[in-house]
Structure formats: C-alpha cells, structure tokens
C-alpha cells in the first residue's frame, strides 16, 4: 500500500520520462513504439476519463509491471495493442531507471 502510496506521490511531481533512441538500441524496440506507449499511458491513466496519476516507470520493477498493466487493462478501454505498447514502455524504461 505505501509503495502505490508513493507511486501517486512521486507522479504527481514529475511525468514519466521520454524514451531515448538508446532505451530503444538496448531493448531492441523500435523508438516509436516506446513513444507511443508513453503516450498512451499518459492518456489511459491520468488523460480524459482516466482514474489516476499517470506512474513512473522506476515504481516497478520490470518483472513487475505486466501484473500490473494487466490489472489496469482489464479496468480500463484499452485494446491488446495499447496494453503491448504501455507495458513495453514501463518494463523498458524501468530497467534503464535502476
């Protein structure tokens, strides 16, 4: 509980990082993607009609984050597509935050 406690704390402050051509090299992802995904998450999470604070990347480990994007996805109007996208961008974006 403190951790999300935390997680809406810290997102409140700052927006989750923009992905950078080396996040994409080390992934082996397309840059696009990962920008898309951040937007996406953006706009799912803290956008119009979205529930919370957008959340950060480095509030999850990697191996965390599919459970978590799942739980959201099955609350929200996302399609398969978006859910790959958001969930790229936070597992790719975490490993490079720790």
């Known amino acids: 509980m403190y951790r ?3 997680a809406v704390v810290a997102a409140c402050s ?15 992802v397309a ?3 990962l920008t898309r995904g951040r937007t996406l998450l953006i ?3 803290s956008g119009d009609g979205g529930c919370h604070r957008t959340p950060l990347p480095q509030d999850a480990r990697a ?10 996805a099955e609350r929200s109007k996302i399609t398969a597509h ?3 996208l958001i969930e790229q961008y936070l597992v790719v974006m975490s490993v490079g935050a720790r």
């Not at 989750?16 to 992934?27: F, K, N, Y």
């Not at 191996?63 to 959201?72: F, K, L, N, R, S």
């Open 31 to 33: 840059l696009d993607e």
């Open 4 to 6: 999300m406690l935390f």
């Open 43 to 45: 706009e799912k999470c």
């Open 63 to 72: 191996t965390e984050w599919p459970e978590h994007v799942a739980d959201m």
């Open 14 to 28: 700052h927006p989750p990082p923009h992905a950078t051509a080396v996040d994409a090299q080390r992934a082996n």
């Open 82 to 84: 978006q859910k790959e």
